[in-house]
């Protein structure tokens, strides 16, 4: 994955594609972040699922400040948060569908031994852990919520 993403960025700079060319290496400087942070081995290299945990937390970021600056009247910046983030979802997984979760939050439930509002946490961790970066988190929490208020 890392590869790909070096090869895009040289591709990016030979056609003079300035925002993909900044979006890679902002990624790729995330990744040499990843490496050197307290805990990780610097020498060991990413594996392909923390590749995708980096991009998608560096989405997540486009988002959200894409929407800040919708709040704040600023939709320029917006527009150029949200392609950032399009150039990002080019090399996540496909995301999964709202049935696709539904059927993760059920499978979930229906191994509890109790439903219970304060299942919530543990519902919403085994999701996540199946779902991996490819559901929002945020559309977990909402499902598993809806689930459990049944």
Do not use: H
């Amino acid at each position: 994955m890392q590869e790909k993403i070096n090869q895009d960025i040289k591709a990016a700079m030979l056609g003079k594609d300035v925002l993909r060319t900044s979006v890679l290496r902002s990624i790729k400087s995330a990744f040499t972040y990843a490496k050197t942070a307290p805990g990780a081995d610097p020498s060991a290299e990413l594996s392909d699922e923390q590749i995708i945990t980096i991009i998608a937390k560096e989405a997540k970021k486009r988002q959200e400040s894409a929407d800040g600056f919708m709040q704040g009247g600023r939709t320029e910046s917006a527009e150029t948060e949200l392609a950032e983030k399009a150039i990002l979802e080019e090399y996540l997984p496909t995301k999964l569908g709202e049935d696709e979760i539904k059927a993760l939050v059920e499978a979930a439930v229906s191994a509890l031994p109790e439903i219970t509002p304060q299942a919530m946490g543990q519902v919403i961790g085994q999701v996540k852990a199946k779902a991996g970066p490819s559901a929002d988190g945020g559309q977990i929490a909402a499902l598993v919520k809806e689930r459990l208020s049944r």
